[in-house]
């Protein structure tokens, strides 16, 4: 069983969830202690969910401030364990700043192609400050990836993106956490969907904690996609998405089917919202809740929302909200989403004045 709550000893999902989990060389194991991220409480938005008990798992506490890590510790073990020298993604960007990070550790090689002008300034300090060769692509994220895979088909060189079955398999963790801090499932979890890896991971956590015998239910999964860039939603790939939610900015899901299984499979739904609902969201959670997310980890908080709003949800549900990265990594869409501070003179009565004294 995972010691959930004693910090301090926790190993990494690797070795807290070996039961779970692809068996990984012990020599070969890369970690930097990710998981064990708290469930936090939400207790002031009780005007918009009345009698509904709302969850928010805070993802943005993982080493390198997103769930990514907890797919790329798999990931970069393996390929490890596998004598692979070098790694390689394409990235909206946290997921460049996990392998960039976890290669760091394991002493390999990284390689991350990232849309020119499309990441947060923190996810791009991150994959340059660990050493990747950062290659700004001009084109979008669907391209990128595009290449990757075209690239690890001919060269030796491990692809860790989310179509690398040990992400998904390391990201599965976050369901079993959920499920040992409640002591059961959720009815209900709401999930931000980009390329689709993480609803997938997700529910095949779940499932296997409901065959293991350690959950007696299982949650309804709900994944939601930003409006401009929502193809599962409309049912077909986008040739240029659009959302300032950048980390979900994505056309052509890898993980597609991925998404749509878990969403048939558990009688959940898939839906999208607008940018401005994404917006209120994210500041909702950081000035009544204290919690700050980067924007497209508001997107499940949104999504919440609009299920409330639209009568799916019942009084007395549990609901868990992934909030997938920190609000750290997006220090622009912070500013630009805020009041801008007071400029005034380094004189006590005119601070006092404003202070409203
Ligand atoms: C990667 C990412 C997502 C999307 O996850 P997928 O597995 O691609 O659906 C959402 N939010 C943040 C912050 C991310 O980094």
Excluded at 86 to 100: L, Q, R, Y
Excluded at 155 to 176: D, H, M, W
Excluded at 304 to 320: F, H, S
Aim: proline share 4%; hydrophobic share 40%.
């Amino acid at each position: 069983m995972a010691r959930l709550t004693n910090k301090g000893n926790w190993e990494g999902v690797i070795r807290e969830f070996r039961a779970f989990l692809p068996e990984i060389r012990e020599d070969a194991i890369t970690t930097l202690k990710e998981g064990n991220t708290p469930l936090i409480e939400a207790v002031n938005l009780r005007d918009i969910f009345g009698g509904i008990r709302l969850l928010l798992k805070y993802e943005g506490l993982n080493p390198t401030g997103s769930f990514k890590d907890r797919g790329m510790t798999m990931a970069v073990s393996k390929a490890r364990e596998e004598g692979s020298k070098a790694i390689i993604c394409a990235s909206t960007g946290n997921t460049s700043a996990a392998a960039s990070a976890y290669a760091a550790k394991a002493g390999m090689k990284a390689f991350v192609l990232v849309p020119e002008g499309q990441i947060a300034l923190g996810k791009l300090s991150q994959a340059m400050m660990h050493g990747a060769l950062v290659l700004q692509v001009k084109g979008n994220f669907d391209e990128a990836l595009r290449i990757v895979k075209e690239i690890t088909s001919n060269y030796p060189i491990t692809l860790v993106n989310s179509i690398n079955p040990f992400r998904i398999e390391g990201q599965k963790t976050a369901a079993f956490e959920v499920c040992e801090h409640l002591g059961h499932a959720p009815t209900f979890h709401f999930l931000p969907v980009g390329n689709a890896g993480n609803i997938t991971a997700y529910w095949k956590g779940y499932r296997e904690y409901e065959e293991k015998g350690m959950i007696a239910s299982l949650p309804k999964m709900m994944g939601f996609q930003a409006e401009g860039s929502a193809p599962i939603v409309i049912g077909h790939p986008i040739e240029n998405p659009q959302t300032l939610a950048t980390a979900i900015k994505i056309g052509n899901p890898a993980s597609w089917q991925g998404a749509l299984d878990a969403v048939k499979e558990s009688g959940g739904a898939i839906e999208a919202v607008t940018d401005d609902e994404i917006i209120e969201a994210y500041k909702l959670l950081a000035a009544r809740e204290g919690v700050f997310c980067e924007p497209a980890s508001a997107t499940s908080l949104a999504g919440a929302i609009k299920a409330k709003k639209e009568g799916v949800l019942n009084d007395g549900d549990t609901i868990v909200c992934t909030l997938t990265g920190h609000g750290l990594k997006d220090p622009d869409r912070a500013i630009a989403s805020s009041q801008k501070p007071v400029k005034i003179a380094a004189d006590t009565k005119k601070i006092l004045k404003a202070m409203g004294f």
